[in-house]
T-cell receptor
Framework: GAVVSQHPSWVICKSGTSVKIECRSLDFQATTMFWYRQFPKQSLMLMATSNEGSKATYEQGVEKDKFLINHASLTLSTLTVTSAHPEDSSFYIC?????????????FGAGSRLTVL | AQSVTQLGSHVSVSEGALVLLRCNYSSSVPPYLFWYVQYPNQGLQLLLK??????LVKGINGFEAEFKKSETSFHLTKPSAHMSDAAEYFCAVTGLAAGNKLTFGGGTRVLVKP
């Protein structure tokens, strides 16, 4: 079936550096991808909707200059956490709608755990 | 606006016993409802979904859920728990106009005792 691949699975970085997380749709094209953030023992919070060829749509309270999203192709969306700080440490998960899966069904990546020291 | 409430952040069941996870939703439009399962350090896997039609939906791994509009509920059940069912379960809602934007409940962690 359709797969959404995220890379890296784990990343540790120093405070003040930037980190890029990739989300790829394998074997299907995704015009829209979604980025979620999940704190330990909590639910998923939608951060932004990534639109191929146009600007991402950010949810209220999410800093667009902090979390840069680029969706340059139909199979790749990237999330860059700029000038990361310890409070940005979290589990980031992307998802995409698979056309063959029916209405509103999203396929999720395995997630990327970011730890900022 | 949409919201999801999952009653009970933790549920403990014995192996072989009934699993019941409660989900209530709020939606201003006809809802599309989902249950996802998440294993540690992994993404989410779809268990089942309700969009239209039959209100009792069957999913993978022996799970099923019933959409009850009058109760605004979409509870998840499994007749007999297995050790492999230990995971975090999320109920989610979206609607036709929501553009695939899912709203998740807080999650319920299931512990299965031998």
């Amino acid at each position: 079936g359709a797969v959404v691949s995220q890379h890296p699975s784990w990343v540790i970085c120093k405070s003040g550096t930037s980190v890029k997380i990739e989300c790829r749709s394998l074997d299907f094209q995704a015009t829209t991808m979604f980025w979620y953030r999940q704190f330990p023992k909590q639910s998923l919070m939608l951060m932004a909707t990534s639109n191929e060829g146009s600007k991402a749509t950010y949810e209220q309270g999410v800093e667009k200059d902090k979390f840069l999203i680029n969706h340059a192709s139909l199979t790749l969306s990237t999330l860059t956490v700029t000038s990361a700080h310890p409070e940005d440490s979290s589990f980031y998960i992307c998802s995409a709608s698979v056309p063959s899966s029916g209405a509103n069904v999203l396929t999720f990546g395995a997630g990327s755990r970011l730890t900022v020291l | 606006a949409q919201s999801v409430t999952q009653l009970g952040s933790h549920v403990s069941v014995s192996e072989g016993a009934l699993v019941l996870l409660r989900c209530n939703y709020s939606s201003s439009v006809p809802p599309y409802l989902f249950w996802y399962v998440q294993y540690p350090n992994q993404g989410l896997q779809l268990l089942l979904k309700y969009t239209t039609g039959a209100t009792l939906v069957k999913g993978i791994n022996g799970f099923e859920a019933e959409f009850k509009k009058s109760e605004t509920s979409f509870h998840l059940t499994k007749p007999s728990a297995h050790m492999s069912d230990a995971a975090e379960y999320f109920c989610a809602v979206t609607g036709l106009a929501a553009g695939n934007k899912l709203t998740f409940g807080g999650g319920t962690r299931v512990l299965v005792k031998p």
